[in-house]
Each structure stands twice: as C-alpha cells, then as structure tokens.
Nanobody, 115 residues
Framework: QVQLVESGGGLVQAGGSLRLSCAAS????????MGWYRQAPGKQRELVAS???????TYADSVKGRFTISRDNAKTTVDLQMNSLKPEDTAVYYC?????????WGQGTQVTVSS
C-alpha cells in the first residue's frame, strides 16, 4: 500500500508565495518520477512540474521561473515552491509518484490566489 500526504496549500494574495509538500510512504523501493499536477474548476488536470530520480526537472510553461520543484529521495518527499503567484494559479494541486508497479495520486490540496 502506498500513501501520499500533501500539505501546504492555502489562501494567498497575488504576488505571494506558498510551498507545497508531499510525503510518500508504504511499499516503496524507489520512485522514478515525482510530480505536481493541478486542476482548476472546469478544466482538465495538467502537469505543473515533475522531477526524476536523477533530478531532471520539467515545468509547465506557465510556471517557469516562478515555481521550483525539489525532492528528497531519502525521505521520499517532493516539494513545490511557488513564488509570484497569480490568480490563474488557483486550483487543487495533486502530488503524483510513478513507481515500477504503477502511479499513485495524493488527495489534493487547495491553492487559492486572490487578486
């Protein structure tokens, strides 16, 4: 059984910062890819950022230069530092991990950016 616990969401004014954290636990030997996705009301879930076990990072164009993803392999955690937040960043943010046996999602954490 694999569990993901997310934290760090909340309400922030435009231009502010938030840091999301996701901790994975359970039957985990190694995690290939860890990432953050988001889903705004009425929109499809989209990739925000991902990071491989070797540290290779991918970002959505809309967050490049503002968001930074990082991971701690020893602690099986992945963080998303979000700076210069915009109202259009408002969404439920989900953590996702890819293992050899499949992929797993967190329960989601709400991020709301007020203008």
């Amino acid at each position: 059984q694999v569990q993901l616990v997310e934290s760090g969401g909340g309400l922030v004014q435009a231009g502010g910062s938030l840091r999301l954290s996701c901790a994975a636990s359970g039957s985990i030997s190694s995690i290939d890819i860890m990432g953050w996705y988001r889903q705004a009301p009425g929109k499809q879930r989209e990739l925000v950022a991902s990071i491989t076990s070797r540290g290779s990072k991918t970002y959505a164009d809309s967050v490049k230069g503002r968001f930074t993803i990082s991971r701690d392999n020893a602690k099986t955690t992945v963080d998303l530092q979000m700076n210069s937040l915009k109202p259009e960043d408002t969404a439920v943010y989900y953590c996702r991990i890819l293992l050899a046996i499949g992929n797993y999602w967190g329960q989601g954490t709400q991020v709301t950016v007020s203008s």
